[in-house]
């Protein structure tokens, strides 16, 4: 497991490409009946990506459960939401399955003990792309099929950012600790996603891009307000945002990005938006 550490926020404006990179980057998630786990210190989020291709994959395979986490197995006191991005494929909670086709979402509470991923043909392999937030009591284990999720359209051509934004792991869907979690599509011709920019000082984020086209990468922006920098994000990669960094992005074409969200509270509204003239 790949551990990072918190950073202060007068440290990074030091930071050369390299190491923003290294820090809050997250490169390579799906390989082949591996799983890739990356622990941040930040609010103590993992973010997973399994791609089960010749085998059913046992969501602690190489993990080290005691070492990193202190605990028998990963959900005795953690929850997690995860999506499909690729090939039909299902998930095993303590015996039940769940079927995920492309986009689909799946909330697995707190007590869960043994998780498990395959593909449904190993020639069109799911991946699964998973957080997870500690987490204090049980709820619901729960499917969200994307024609599900609560869906708000925002944005305009006119502005490049027309965009739905759709609802899994939200308060008005279900009930969960602190993790939330959604996915916004840009149509075509859109390429900027939430702007204006914003920091949620009581809670941090973490962004997965994907259905980036071939050849094509989203700049995305963090950062203080007044201090920014940005990564070049390519497909399926994902960035670490703390609550004191903006997270916005535009791509050189149209894509889709999940966002995953825990902190103190699930207010949507509790955000501190920053005139994009007075970016910096």
């Known amino acids: 497991m790949d551990i990072r550490y918190s950073?202060?926020?007068?440290?990074?404006?030091?930071?050369?490409?390299?190491?923003?990179?290294?820090?809050?980057l997250i490169e390579t998630l799906f390989v082949e009946d591996t799983v890739q786990a990356v622990y941040s210190h930040v609010d103590r989020m993992v973010t997973l990506g399994i791609m089960p291709v010749n085998e059913k994959v046992s969501l602690d395979k190489g993990i080290d459960i005691w070492a990193n986490f202190g605990t028998h197995y990963f959900l005795e006191r953690r929850e997690m939401g995860l999506f499909n991005v690729g090939g039909a494929g299902k998930v095993s909670v303590d015996g039940e399955v769940y079927p995920l086709g492309c986009k689909d979402c799946l909330y697995v509470t707190m007590g869960a003990k043994e998780v498990y991923f395959e593909s449904d043909d190993k020639a069109a392999p799911a991946k699964f792309y998973i957080v997870s937030a500690p987490a204090h009591c049980s709820y619901e284990n729960k499917l969200i099929?994307?024609?599900?999720?609560?869906k708000k359209p925002l944005g305009s051509l006119e502005s490049s950012n027309k965009r739905v934004i759709n609802q899994f792991i939200h308060p008005d869907v279900l009930k969960t600790c602190q993790l939330s979690m959604g996915m916004t599509v840009l149509e075509p011709g859109?390429?900027?996603?939430?702007?204006?920019?914003?920091?949620?000082?009581?809670?941090?984020?973490?962004?997965?891009?994907?259905?980036?086209?071939?050849?094509?990468?989203?700049?995305?922006?963090?950062?203080?307000?007044?201090?920014?920098?940005?990564?070049?994000?390519?497909?399926?990669?994902?960035?670490?945002?703390?609550?004191?960094?903006?997270?916005?992005?535009?791509g050189t074409s149209n894509y889709t990005f999940i966002w995953a969200m825990g902190g103190e509270n699930q207010a949507f509204d509790d955000m501190d938006t920053i005139p994009t003239t007075q970016l910096r």
């Open 7 to 24: 950073c202060h926020p007068n440290d990074f404006k030091r930071y050369t490409t390299e190491e923003v990179r290294k820090e809050f």
């Open 145 to 150: 099929k994307i024609a599900d999720a609560a």
């Open 190 to 250: 859109s390429v900027w996603n939430t702007m204006p920019a914003h920091t949620h000082e009581r809670r941090m984020e973490v962004y997965f891009y994907f259905d980036v086209p071939e050849n094509n990468v989203v700049f995305h922006m963090m950062g203080q307000g007044q201090e920014t920098r940005h990564i070049v994000m390519q497909n399926e990669q994902a960035v670490i945002s703390p609550s004191w960094s903006i997270h916005a992005g535009a």
